[in-house]
Nanobody, 122 residues
Framework: QVQLVESGGGLVQAGGSLRLSCAAS????????MGWYRQAPGKQRELVAG???????NYADSVKGRFTISRDNAKNTVYLQMNSLKPEDTAVYYC????????????????WGKGTLVTVSL
């Protein structure tokens, strides 16, 4: 079993910053990619940022230039540095990890965190 633990969410004012962290643990064989999704009320879950095993990153257009995703492979941890936050960034942010487990080391599976709430006030 693979578990993801997210942290760093909270309430900030517009223009402020937050850093989200997500640590993967458990029976991990190999982490292939990690990313952050978010979902606001009445909206579909959307990809905010992702980083591949090769280090390539991609971002939603709405966060480019403001958010930065990074990873610490040794710790199986992914971070999302969020700067210049806007009220429209308010959402539950979910960590996603594409990984293989010890039980099925050749089968990539998506794992999800429970989410951390980010609220940006005016």
């Amino acid at each position: 079993q693979v578990q993801l633990v997210e942290s760093g969410g909270g309430l900030v004012q517009a223009g402020g910053s937050l850093r989200l962290s997500c640590a993967a643990s458990g029976s991990i064989f190999r982490v292939l990619a990690m990313g952050w999704y978010r979902q606001a009320p009445g909206k579909q879950r959307e990809l905010v940022a992702g980083i591949t095993s090769g280090g390539s990153t991609n971002y939603a257009d709405s966060v480019k230039g403001r958010f930065t995703i990074s990873r610490d492979n040794a710790k199986n941890t992914v971070y999302l540095q969020m700067n210049s936050l806007k009220p429209e960034d308010t959402a539950v942010y979910y960590c996603n990890v594409l990984a293989t487990s010890l039980a099925t080391p050749l089968k990539p599976i998506d794992y999800w965190g429970k989410g951390t709430l980010v609220t940006v006030s005016l």
